[in-house]
């Protein structure tokens, strides 16, 4: 007992002498702690590393398909006669410029606007005149309209046409920019030359994929309806003069039907026809013997074939 009590005063003695002797002391406790950490972690490894929450997965996938959009015709516009915003113009930007712009950049035009929240970078302020991108010009602002700004919220309003997008600048240019860069007839020339605005579009109409999908397959349908009532023809009538000259110069039926019904190019006159028939021998189920077709041969055969199909 003596001995133990003499073992305690000694470390004492030392760890004042020497606080770092303490570490010395613990240091077996330590290492044997860590040790049993280690082996319990490793024993575990398995748990350890095991996905507790199950992965989220969507067992279906939502495709958005395309709106449909009819055809548009957009007028031809004079640049020249837009470098003055009359009454009315200011007035359909302002319509404008409310329903399709004030949600990012406010009825202010200071920004903040109601959807503008979380947008990196936000909708910019339109009465400051610094960092605008493409700059204040009338031009440089038809651009963002038309191309909008990558990387940011700001898309392409390419669905107005050009005398909308003008009546917006024009009205964003009179309301919150306070000293507008002057519009020039230069200016005007090369965004008309850009743009191609003098010379009005035809915009073709947008349907959805599904659609699209289904008149294709209608289509096709119909061309191979047309091809086996073709052969059934021609099976039915094996013995007349006709058929017969067609099945001589042919070494694929099935295959010349089709390319002649998947082209018009061949119905407008028998030259176009010959033409049609030699440019591709073989690939489009004819054979070399038509190449010693006389005249009469070539006429018959065309009239037969405007008859079949």
């Known amino acids: 007992m003596s001995e133990i009590k003499k073992y305690i005063s000694d470390s004492i003695k030392k760890v004042r002498e020497n606080p770092g002797t303490i570490f010395g002391l613990l240091y077996p ?75 990012c950049h406010n009825e202010t035009g200071a920004g903040g606007g109601p959807a503008s929240v979380g947008l990196n970078p936000a909708p910019r302020n339109l009465t400051s005149a610094d960092g605008w991108k493409n700059g204040m010009k009338l031009s440089e602002m038809y651009t963002t ?63 959805p994929i599904q659609t699209a999908m289904e008149l294709i397959i209608t289509e096709s349908q119909s061309k191979v309806t047309n091809v086996d009532n073709a ?11 006709n058929t017969k000259l067609f099945q001589s110069v042919t070494s694929d039926p099935r295959l010349a039907f089709s390319s002649l019904i998947n082209s018009d190019n061949w119905r407008g006159s028998e030259e176009s026809f010959i033409l049609f028939v030699t440019r591709n021998i073989n690939q489009n189920g004819f054979n070399g013997k038509v190449f010693r077709l006389n005249d009469s041969e070539w006429n018959q055969l065309y009239y037969y074939l405007l008859g079949v199909i």
Not at 69 to 78: E, Q, Y
Not at 169 to 198: C, K, M, V, W
Not at 231 to 241: I, P, V
């Open 231 to 241: 052969l059934e023809q021609t099976a039915s009538n094996k013995s007349e003069t």
């Open 29 to 103: 406790y330590l290492l044997t702690i860590v040790i049993a950490v280690g082996l319990y972690y490793i024993s575990n490894l398995d748990n350890v590393a095991k996905q507790k929450v199950p992965p989220l997965i969507n067992d279906t996938i939502l495709v958005n398909d395309l709106t449909r959009i009819p055809a548009k015709s957009i007028p031809p516009l004079n640049v020249f006669e837009i470098k003055e915003a009359a009454p009315e113009m200011l007035s359909k930007g302002k319509e404008l410029y409310k329903t399709i712009c004030a949600s």
């Open 145 to 207: 309209l038309q191309e909008g700004i990558e990387g940011s919220a700001m898309i392409s309003y390419d669905f107005l046409i050009p005398e909308e997008r003008i009546s917006v600048i024009h009205y964003i240019r009179s309301e919150f920019i306070g000293d507008p860069p002057a519009i020039t007839d230069d200016e005007l020339t090369a965004l008309d030359q850009t743009y191609n605005l003098s010379a009005g579009m035809e915009l073709p109409a947008q349907i």
